[in-house]
């Protein structure tokens, strides 16, 4: 057998994302943090993703206190992130001078590796986010978006590994979040990209549809240097495979007795969010053929249950292939999956595809998200453009600087730089968990805070 593989644990973040939502409180976690230490982790995903988001939007907490807690606990592991390339932790593309503050403060909190991806594997809406980990000195491991269409293919893929590692990238991931990496697949592209190129390999996926422990057997065959994997309370399902067997299988070098010790506790801690749990015991098959990710498909449901149209969940799986068809076949995957997501229910619950088209499928067509990985139907275009035509240029090059505006405007609410990452990320999400969190101190720092007399742009929170 080859080398034997090390292991990335992904349950603090898309373990725990993929089955309760990220609904996960660092208090409910923090006292086992020193146990996992001892497992033998190569790494720990634990922040990034929807965990920013989570925090300020539902758990009233700071994603950045998070990450101070994690790093301070983990001495003997290293600290993985996942960011959305110029998207960050948001839905939308930030300007060159946000992700440049960005990834300076996950620097300064302690992050080791950050793995970036974009949702239509447009290598230019990574460039900036890698030059700035590289210059603040985190190892950088790029991920493909992994899905299956006309135009995604080994040729595809191995592509756009090239134009990665030109880009001075420490590692490569195969990202496939809807579980549609089929076993053979997952050797062939594995073994090509050994072959081709001197760069250790990661392999992700999610046990949606059945496959990927099959397809991480057959990863190991092909020398992968490193899986994603999630102790057994956060694993399969829309989850990653589970780790204890497969260190069991491979004998991995990982403490058994203490991954069992942390099942335990993790099992009463997902007790804990049964009003969130996926609860998903069995593969669903129809995600091989809708490939929507499990996240996807929570949204929907939700969706779906807020407009009393939980009945029309199957006519709404049917119909999201035909809308990233429409749209060019993007992976499904944020941001990407919530703008198809939407369209797609609307079409259904409008009875006529497109009668309504949101602004994000307009801002996807007007080129604002990259290039669609395939050519749009031209019919949605003339719909929803008219005569405009899409920009050819990247994305963040139409979008101005924004941290000092954003500083401005702000005021009291940014007390820091990572408040004020939180504010401009987040929108009205964040400016409500930044009001409440300074809601007491306000009315002192009014007095004193002279700076900001006759300023007219500075809110005010009440």
């Known amino acids: ?155 595809f893929y191995i592509d756009y590994i090239k134009k990665l590692v030109e880009r001075g990238i420490d590692s490569v991931a195969v990202k496939d979040m809807a579980g549609l990496l089929k076993p053979e697949d997952a050797y062939l592209l ?31 065959e092909a020398g992968v240097d490193y899986l994603d994997l999630a102790i057994s309370p956060f694993a399969n399902g829309t989850s990653q495979p589970a780790v204890e067997p497969f260190n069991f299988s491979y004998d991995l070098g990982l403490d058994q007795k203490i991954l069992e010790k942390l099942a335990a506790e993790l099992w009463n801690i997902r007790k804990n969010h049964s009003e969130n749990d996926m609860k998903m015991v069995s593969i669903d ?37 035909k809308v990233r068809k429409d749209l060019g076949y993007p992976p499904l995957v944020t941001p990407t999956s919530q703008i198809v997501g939407v369209q797609a229910t609307l079409n259904v619950l409008t009875g006529e595809r497109y009668k309504m088209i949101t602004n994000e499928v307009k801002n996807y067509l007007k080129g604002l998200y990259g290039k669609s990985p395939a050519p749009v139907d031209e019919t949605l275009m003339k719909n929803a453009l008219g005569d405009e035509k899409p920009i050819q240029t990247r994305p963040a090059d139409s979008i101005e600087p924004e941290v000092k505006k954003a500083k401005k405007e702000a005021g009291l609410l940014a007390k820091n730089q990572e408040d004020l990452l939180t504010y401009i990320l987040f929108g009205e999400i964040g400016k409500k968990y930044l009001t409440e969190k300074y809601r007491k101190s306000l009315n002192v720092d009014f007095e004193i805070a002279k700076d900001y007399e006759n300023n007219d742009s500075v809110i005010y929170p009440v």
């Open 1 to 155: 057998m080859n080398k034997k593989p090390l292991v990335v644990d992904t349950t603090l973040r898309d373990g725990q994302q993929s089955l309760i939502a990220t609904r996960m409180k660092t208090n409910e976690f923090e006292n086992l943090l020193e146990d996992f230490d001892k497992v033998g982790f190569y790494s720990m995903e634990v922040w990034g993703g929807a965990t920013y988001d989570s925090c300020i939007r539902y758990l009233d907490e700071d994603p950045w206190e998070r990450l101070d807690i994690i790093r301070k606990k983990l001495k003997n592991t290293k600290i993985q992130m996942l960011l959305r390339g110029q998207n960050l932790v948001g839905y939308r593309h930030y300007s060159d001078d946000v992700v440049e503050l960005f990834v300076r403060k996950m620097a300064n909190h302690g992050v080791d590796i950050v793995r970036v991806f974009d949702a239509l594997n447009d290598i230019r809406n990574l460039e900036k986010s890698i030059t700035e980990c590289k210059k603040n000195k985190m190892e950088v491991q790029a991920a493909i978006s992994y899905t299956v269409s006309p135009v995604h293919n080994n040729e």
């Open 190 to 220: 594995i073994k090509e990209i050994k072959n081709k190129f001197d760069i250790p390999v990661e392999i992700h996926s999610h046990n949606t549809c059945g496959l990927a422990s099959m397809s991480y057997q057959k990863a190991i």
């Open 285 to 321: 098959s129809k995600i091989l053929s809708s490939q929507i990710p499990g996240g996807m498909l929570s949204n929907l449901h939700s969706q779906l249950k807020q407009q009393k149209a939980e009945d029309k969940i199957d006519q709404v799986m049917l119909e999201v292939p």
